[in-house]
């Protein structure tokens, strides 16, 4: 089988309208990775009156049910035929499906506790689902527009600054929509807003690629399980997926963490706008530097770099609700920092691997690559608010609407949002120091 046809692959550098333009499919892969992280926990908790641990069920098995989706996805993505290009039909699609069940996740009808949990669970399976086949396609074109190792670390920190802004504007945004409003049309006309965001970046996302210089991909030989095997081989990529899903984990306790930490621990709704910008804003500014800095000293170093500022961070927010808030800010505010390269230099190795997988073979399994990968990330950012939900329901977490909760269930706000997103970054690094795939073999293949 032939390797992906790519335009111009004789040369490294992409215009810079193609940067932006695939940059810009992040606005939607941004608001729909961080709004439900953040408002879906606090919504059916403290809105819905759930119970927190069912509650972080509730969360976790529709995008656990994309671990299953995403390599199939990818797959499907492989196999497409279309004079748009193999892969922008579905950024369409899908995109718009996403959108239309986003706003519907936050928009149940008043009914019993029971027959609006089932409204969230059901709205929200099929807002993942729609999700797995934008995400794949989007991401896979990335391995697919350069041979450059270098250029997809310039191409990846354009997305990389994309999703930082978007990040950014909806994290902060959603919670100051919701609390305008107040009660159940806040959390609606949140989510109507937020829809209208994610159609905006699919949008963009498939106009901005028009131009990209991706030609026919071949799909590659053999069944999904076939191809899965294989992918599971390939160690580098292994020990990255890992570590990346480990990292992602962590990152979705912060973001469940944060409106309780804001609401319980420092007693001030608004502080959820500034912890978030902290948290996020550094990537703004902090995302070309990053990539300079791989490229001077290579991306695993980077890699590790930034995890290990990400935990020192997360250490030090530890001191919410002991030490002055401005303490708690610029703890988070060095995890922004850190959280920055954690997303750059993952976002670029990946593509690495599963270019040099269809360079080595002839036989593109750059979606099933992609799928795995998309699939790890959704499963860790999923796994985050369950496990931020189970750790207050044993610090004994009293659900409702201004409920007045004890210290342990204080405690274990601040026990899930900060030591135990640093355990996890900390642990991640033994995977990562495994990893060997560098520039000269990825050049060379």
Same mark, same amino acid.
């Given at each position: 089988? *032939? =390797?992906?046809?790519?335009?111009?692959?004789?040369?490294?550098?992409?215009?810079?309208?193609?940067?932006?333009?695939?940059?810009?499919?992040?606005?939607?892969?941004?608001?729909?990775?961080?709004?439900?992280?953040?408002?879906?926990?606090?919504?059916?908790?403290?809105?819905?009156?759930?119970?927190?641990?069912?509650?972080?069920?509730?969360?976790?098995?529709?995008?656990?049910?994309?671990?299953?989706?995403?390599?199939?996805?990818?797959?499907?993505?492989?196999?497409?035929?279309?004079?748009?290009?193999?892969?922008?039909?579905?950024?369409?699609?899908?995109?718009?499906?996403?959108?239309?069940?986003?706003?519907?996740?936050?928009?149940?009808?008043?009914?019993?506790?029971?027959?609006?949990?089932?409204?969230?669970?059901?709205?929200?399976?099929?807002?993942? *689902?729609?999700?797995?086949?934008?995400?794949?396609?989007?991401?896979?074109?990335?391995?697919?527009?350069?041979?450059?190792?270098?250029?997809?670390?310039?191409?990846?920190?354009?997305?990389?600054?994309?999703?930082?802004?978007?990040?950014?504007? @909806?994290?902060?945004?959603?919670?100051?929509?919701?609390?305008?409003?107040?009660?159940?049309?806040?959390?609606?006309?949140?989510? @109507?807003?937020?829809?209208?965001?994610?159609?905006?970046? @699919?949008?963009?996302?498939?106009?901005?690629?028009?131009?990209?210089?991706?030609?026919?991909?071949?799909?590659?030989?053999?069944?999904?399980?076939?191809?899965?095997?294989?992918?599971?081989?390939?160690?580098?990529?292994?020990?990255?997926?890992?570590?990346?899903?480990?990292?992602?984990? =962590?990152?979705?306790?912060?973001?469940?963490?944060?409106?309780?930490?804001?609401?319980?621990?420092?007693?001030?709704?608004?502080?959820?706008?500034?912890?978030?910008?902290?948290?996020?804003?550094?990537?703004?500014?902090?995302?070309?530097?990053?990539?300079?800095?791989?490229?001077?000293?290579?991306?695993?170093?980077?890699?590790?770099?930034?995890?290990?500022?990400?935990?020192?961070?997360?250490?030090?927010?530890?001191?919410?609700?002991?030490?002055?808030?401005?303490?708690?800010?610029?703890?988070?505010?060095?995890?922004? @920092?850190?959280?920055?390269?954690?997303?750059?230099?993952?976002?670029?190795?990946?593509?690495?691997?599963?270019?040099?997988?269809?360079?080595?073979?002839?036989?593109?399994?750059?979606?099933?690559?992609?799928?795995?990968?998309?699939?790890?990330?959704?499963?860790?950012?999923?796994?985050?608010?369950?496990?931020?939900?189970?750790?207050?329901?044993?610090?004994?977490?009293?659900?409702?609407?201004?409920?007045?909760?004890?210290?342990?269930?204080?405690?274990?706000?601040?026990?899930?949002?900060?030591?135990?997103?640093?355990?996890?970054?900390?642990?991640?690094?033994?995977?990562?120091?495994?990893?060997?795939?560098? =520039?000269?073999?990825?050049?060379?293949?």
């Amino acid at each position: 089988m *032939s =390797a992906p046809v790519i335009a111009d692959a004789s040369g490294t550098s992409l215009p810079r309208r193609v940067r932006i333009g695939y940059g810009s499919g992040s606005v939607a892969t941004g608001a729909f990775g961080t709004v439900p992280g953040l408002m879906l926990l606090p919504y059916l908790t403290d809105e819905i009156g759930l119970a927190a641990g069912l509650a972080g069920l509730v969360v976790f098995l529709p995008k656990a049910w994309d671990v299953l989706l995403n390599p199939v996805a990818g797959r499907i993505s492989d196999r497409t035929t279309d004079p748009r290009g193999p892969r922008r039909p579905w950024l369409l699609r899908a995109g718009s499906l996403l959108a239309v069940t986003f706003a519907l996740i936050f928009a149940a009808p008043a009914m019993s506790t029971g027959l609006e949990t089932a409204w969230v669970l059901v709205m929200f399976l099929a807002c993942a *689902s729609a999700y797995a086949f934008f995400q794949v396609p989007y991401v896979s074109m990335a391995a697919e527009m350069t041979p450059s190792y270098d250029e997809r670390t310039r191409l990846m920190t354009w997305r990389v600054s994309i999703l930082a802004l978007t990040i950014l504007l @909806v994290g902060a945004s959603a919670p100051l929509i919701r609390d305008q409003v107040g009660g159940r049309d806040g959390y609606r006309l949140m989510g @109507v807003v937020m829809a209208l965001v994610i159609l905006a970046g @699919v949008v963009a996302g498939y106009r901005g690629t028009r131009h990209a210089p991706v030609g026919t991909v071949q799909p590659g030989a053999g069944s999904l399980r076939d191809q899965l095997r294989i992918v599971s081989g390939a160690r580098d990529f292994r020990l990255l997926l890992t570590t990346f899903v480990v990292q992602a984990l =962590a990152v979705g306790c912060v973001l469940a963490g944060v409106d309780y930490l804001a609401e319980d621990v420092l007693d001030s709704a608004g502080a959820v706008t500034v912890l978030f910008a902290c948290f996020v804003a550094p990537a703004l500014l902090l995302t070309p530097v990053w990539s300079a800095v791989g490229q001077r000293v290579g991306k695993k170093t980077g890699y590790v770099a930034s995890s290990l500022l990400l935990a020192a961070g997360s250490l030090g927010a530890v001191l919410a609700g002991s030490a002055p808030a401005a303490v708690l800010f610029a703890a988070v505010a060095v995890s922004g @920092v850190g959280y920055a390269g954690c997303q750059v230099f993952p976002m670029a190795m990946m593509p690495d691997a599963a270019a040099l997988d269809t360079r080595r073979t002839g036989s593109n399994r750059v979606g099933v690559y992609t799928g795995v990968w998309t699939a790890g990330e959704t499963f860790g950012l999923a796994l985050g608010p369950a496990v931020f939900a189970l750790v207050l329901q044993l610090g004994g977490y009293r659900s409702g609407s201004g409920a007045v909760q004890p210290d342990s269930a204080v405690t274990a706000i601040v026990v899930g949002f900060s030591l135990l997103p640093a355990a996890l970054v900390l642990l991640s690094l033994w995977w990562l120091a495994r990893y060997s795939l560098d =520039a000269s073999e990825v050049d060379a293949a």
